[in-house]
T-cell receptor, first 114, second 111 residues
Framework: DAGVTQSPTHLIKTRGQHVTLRCSPISGHKSVSWYQQVLGQGPQFIFQYYEKEERGRGNFPDRFSARQFPNYSSELNVNALLLGDSALYLC?????????????FGPGTRLLVL | GENVEQHPSTLSVQEGDSAVIKCTYSDSASNYFPWYKQELGKGPQLIIDIRSNVGEKKDQRIAVTLNKTAKHFSLHITETQPEDSAVYFCAASAGFQKLVFGTGTRLLVSP
């Protein structure tokens, strides 16, 4: 069975540009969460979506937005990129998005902002 | 909000030794505590998790203990092998699926 997939694997952008990252959850999973992992640190929660509705939002600026599609895949959008947005962006999926449910992570998209 | 502290930041052991990583959390409402292993260039992989109604859980060479009173939980790896070398993260969750991660422990197992 396929796990969580993310695209692209790597991306280079310049300051001020916009980026869209994509995630496909494990088949049958209806919840997707996004995390940002800066080099040398643990992942930080950005968003959770369940059944196309935003369920939670972390402490990130409005430049970050996301959405979930009817097939449960998701996009993370970041506008007006800053150098500090350079990080590994991780997507995680779970079946029902319940608090104590296991989240399975994808391989991530590595974003470099120059 | 929740804060998770993790120690040590690096841990070097000889193959066959045991390794212990400790985490403390601040939010008494947290009820789910997963441990993830992250290898270079990969996403975090769940290795074991524990929920607040259980004090200990074991899966082959890996065990996790939880002390809700003291608000700390630990990962124990016995009979370590070189392939256990990676960065390990603890995390805590209260309510919805916002995982708050520790800062990570780099485990190096020398043959």
């Amino acid at each position: 069975d396929a796990g969580v997939t993310q695209s692209p694997t790597h991306l280079i952008k310049t300051r001020g540009q916009h980026v869209t990252l994509r995630c496909s959850p494990i088949s049958g999973h209806k919840s997707v969460s996004w995390y940002q992992q800066v080099l040398g640190q643990g992942p930080q929660f950005i968003f959770q979506y369940y059944e196309k509705e935003e369920r939670g939002r972390g402490n990130f600026p409005d430049r970050f937005s996301a959405r979930q599609f009817p097939n449960y895949s998701s996009e993370l959008n970041v506008n007006a990129l800053l150098l500090g947005d350079s990080a590994l962006y991780l997507c995680a999926s779970s079946f029902r998005g319940q608090g104590s449910e296991t989240q399975y992570f994808g391989p991530g998209t590595r974003l470099l902002v120059l | 909000g929740e804060n998770v502290e993790q120690h040590p930041s690096t841990l070097s052991v000889q193959e066959g030794d045991s390794a212990v990583i400790k985490c403390t959390y601040s939010d008494s409402a947290s009820n789910y505590f997963p441990w993830y292993k992250q290898e270079l260039g990969k996403g975090p992989q769940l290795i074991i998790d524990i929920r607040s109604n259980v004090g200990e859980k074991k899966d082959q060479r890996i065990a996790v203990t939880l002390n809700k009173t003291a608000k700390h939980f630990s990962l124990h790896i016995t009979e370590t092998q070189p392939e256990d070398s990676a960065v390990y993260f603890c995390a805590a969750s209260a309510g919805f699926q916002k995982l708050v991660f520790g800062t990570g422990t780099r485990l190096l197992v020398s043959p």
